[in-house]
């Protein structure tokens, strides 16, 4: 019977999340499976991959065939280097304790380039969150600049009103008497 290693799709529409199996290749994608190895979701930054190691490294050796992400898969958690330690103890050029101390050294190596990833992700965040802020603040600045030099006019007409009105007596008799002036004319015109 082919095995294959393969992902079998699980999770709502739009949001996978897979698990790794190792499978009859002629059953269905979502069908039965011989054993479930680890999981992997995609929807994470990084992608949340959990493997089961030694389950997986069993498989390879038995003949299991991985498919192209699940080979991806098991390169980016060791699996795959894994084997190829183990075969190297086989043919007598390692050592169980030599394979153990290169696949540990490899794990904490990884492990730091995650971390790091990780790590650049968050200040990436940070510093979108801190632009974000420091756009956010100018804008407001803007606004009150708007907004302070929109009531500047009104205060600056309001003040010579104020003025006008000290004078407004004597304003009011030039009219009135330029008015009268006016109206005697148009008696005047009428009489004519």
């Given at each position: 019977?082919?095995?294959?290693?393969r992902l079998?799709r699980?999770?709502?529409k739009?949001?996978p999340?897979?698990?790794?199996?190792?499978a009859?290749s002629?059953?269905k994608r979502?069908?039965k499976?011989?054993e479930?190895?680890?999981?992997?979701?995609?929807?994470?930054?990084?992608?949340t991959?959990e493997l089961?190691?030694?389950?997986?490294?069993?498989w390879?050796?038995n003949?299991a065939?991985?498919?192209?992400?699940?080979?991806?898969?098991?390169s980016?958690?060791?699996?795959l280097?894994?084997?190829?330690?183990?075969?190297?103890?086989?043919k007598?050029a390692?050592t169980?304790?030599q394979?153990?101390?290169?696949f540990?050294?490899?794990?904490e190596?990884?492990?730091?380039?995650i971390a790091?990833k990780?790590?650049?992700?968050d200040?990436?965040?940070?510093?979108?969150?801190?632009?974000?802020?420091k756009?956010?603040k100018?804008?407001?600045?803007?606004r009150?600049?708007a907004?302070?030099?929109?009531?500047?006019?009104?205060?600056?007409?309001?003040?010579?009103v104020?003025?006008?009105e000290?004078?407004?007596?004597?304003?009011?008799?030039?009219e009135?008497?330029?008015?009268?002036?006016k109206s005697?004319d148009?008696?005047?015109?009428?009489?004519?």
């Amino acid at each position: 019977m082919p095995v294959k290693i393969r992902l079998q799709r699980h999770g709502k529409k739009g949001k996978p999340f897979y698990w790794v199996v190792a499978a009859d290749s002629r059953s269905k994608r979502d069908g039965k499976f011989l054993e479930k190895l680890g999981i992997y979701n995609p929807n994470t930054n990084p992608a949340t991959i959990e493997l089961n190691v030694d389950n997986s490294v069993q498989w390879l050796q038995n003949g299991a065939q991985p498919t192209d992400t699940a080979r991806a898969i098991l390169s980016y958690k060791g699996v795959l280097l894994k084997h190829h330690l183990l075969g190297g103890v086989r043919k007598g050029a390692l050592t169980e304790e030599q394979v153990e101390e290169k696949f540990n050294a490899w794990l904490e190596e990884k492990g730091q380039a995650i971390a790091d990833k990780i790590g650049g992700l968050d200040k990436e965040k940070s510093d979108a969150k801190a632009a974000a802020l420091k756009a956010e603040k100018a804008v407001n600045e803007k606004r009150a600049q708007a907004a302070a030099e929109a009531a500047a006019p009104e205060e600056a007409e309001a003040e010579p009103v104020q003025e006008t009105e000290a004078a407004a007596p004597e304003a009011d008799v030039k009219e009135e008497a330029v008015a009268e002036a006016k109206s005697e004319d148009k008696d005047a015109a009428k009489e004519a």
